[in-house]
């Protein structure tokens, strides 16, 4: 049985693998075509490369920009202003804001409300419907303000931003913060007072950026469990891709054969006593605290929502004037330089690896996306959930509520196809 993916961002669709008429396997076809970012980045130099690798996603292209941008001055020893790299901090976290409220509110909800579509739950609930859509404006004029525009920002850089933004220009990012962080309270208390429809085993073994300091939001290492690898250690030695036949999209597992997620819900489990105190007494208030599983995955986004907007309002508080250099400052690379870093993508760790050619541009690029790194997962909650029993609408019900739980940025998952090329002798 094959079914089309809804309220999910990109193309794809379930596959049912049956026995009997019983459910054996669950699979996710991702069927959108390879866009060879890879490839395309080979070649460019580090600066061209932050603007350009924005486009992969146009829902997380500031973390795409972020990600290089601190692999870039990691490896080639560039400082960048404290107040600076918290201005950068503030304009991921407005895109974590975004990203999660058009999930939750757009695509999460009319599931939890039994809605068939988000129109339908427009039409039910208008006033919860205009709450979300200012929310997501006031999201959308947060990045405008200090990333030069809402949708691919254009004001991160190597070294820092483009542009700093004017006194009178945080004092307006200030309002939308004020206006954000109120009409995500009030939708929250609406939402957390939900509770799944069905309830499904976990997706396994949750990875996020290890952090000492705060919630996670970008770092060098990842925390799997209890153990801390380095980014290189993990991504060469612990997790594997693989190949599959029904999917554009590389999947990722543990070497032994497990699989593992990424996203809010791992970032939660593992960092909720780093949230904000506000956050944290707003989900008391309702009765949520970790761990939750994967259908319960709006718990955390709304969780993260207020904590990210709480934690852009203390970083507008600290503005001070800065004096951005009029041209990038060139830094003599190596060849054969390794650039790594990994950010926290609203849907998980994006991990970046660039090596360095003689002449300082790009040789070799790998990104792993992490709803590249969530597919396997999604499909082992599946079957695990659906094994044995009856293939009816139900069952495919609760195929779709896994696969929209997990927020897959199903573009973002595909870039490149390995091709092999086989001699034939005469």
């Known amino acids: 049985m094959r079914k089309p993916m809804t309220l999910v961002e990109g193309e794809g669709s379930i596959i049912i693998l049956e026995n009997n008429g019983l459910v ?3 699979l996710y076809e ?4 390879p866009r060879f970012f890879e490839y395309i980045l080979r070649g460019r130099d580090p600066w061209m490369t932050v603007d350009l690798i924005s486009r992969v996603c146009g829902l997380c292209g500031v973390s795409y920009s972020y990600m290089a941008a601190k ?9 960048v202003d404290e107040y600076i790299e918290r201005l950068r901090e503030a304009i991921h976290l407005a895109e974590r804001v975004k990203s999660h409220a058009l999930h939750v ?12 579509s988000t129109i339908e739950l427009a039409s039910r609930n208008p006033d919860l419907f205009r709450k979300a859509v200012d929310l997501v404006n006031h999201s959308r004029r947060i990045m405008s303000i200090l990333g030069g525009r809402f949708h691919n920002v254009v004001n991160v850089k190597i070294g820092g931003v483009y542009r700093a933004p004017s006194r009178e220009e945080v004092e307006k990012a200030k309002i939308e913060v004020t206006g954000a962080l109120k009409s995500a309270l009030e939708l929250a208390s609406i939402v957390l007072s939900l509770k799944p429809s069905v309830a499904l085993p976990s997706g396994g073994l949750g990875v996020c950026i290890y952090s000492v300091y705060g919630y996670p939001h970008h770092g060098d290492k990842l925390l799997l469990g209890d153990k801390v690898y380095e980014l290189g250690e993990f991504y060469g030695e612990v997790s594997v891709s693989h190949r599959v036949e029904h999917s554009n999209a590389t999947h990722y597992r543990l070497r032994g054969g497990e699989s593992y997620y990424v996203g809010p819900v791992a970032r939660f489990n593992k960092y909720y006593s780093m949230l904000r105190e506000e956050a944290r007494e707003l989900l008391k208030s309702h009765g949520w605290s970790p761990p939750v599983g994967v259908v319960e995955a709006y718990v955390a986004r709304l969780a993260e929502m207020v904590n990210a907007l709480l934690e852009i309002r203390d970083i507008l508080e600290s503005h001070r ?12 690379t190596r060849g054969g330089s390794i650039c790594e870093y990994a ?10 690896r660039f090596k360095l050619g003689d002449n300082g541009r790009i040789q070799e690029c790998t990104l792993i996306t992490p709803t590249a790194q969530n597919l396997a997962s999604m499909e082992d909650t599946a079957t695990r959930a659906l094994r ?14 896994i696969a929209v739980a997990y927020d897959p940025c199903i573009s973002c998952s595909v870039h490149a196809i390995r091709v092999e090329f086989l001699r034939i002798n005469p």
Request: glycine letters at 6%.
């Open 343 to 352: 950010v926290e993508a609203p849907r998980g760790v994006l991990y970046g």
């Open 71 to 79: 692999a870039f001055e990691k490896c080639l020893g560039v400082e």
């Open 388 to 401: 044995n029993k009856r293939i009816n609408g139900k069952a495919v019900d609760i195929a779709k509520y």
């Open 24 to 26: 054996d396997r669950v």
């Open 105 to 116: 509110f757009f695509m999460n909800l009319p599931e939890l409300t039994n809605s068939r």
């Open 321 to 332: 004037e800065v004096q951005i250099p009029s041209s990038i400052k060139q830094v003599n």
């Open 30 to 33: 991702i069927t959108e075509a």
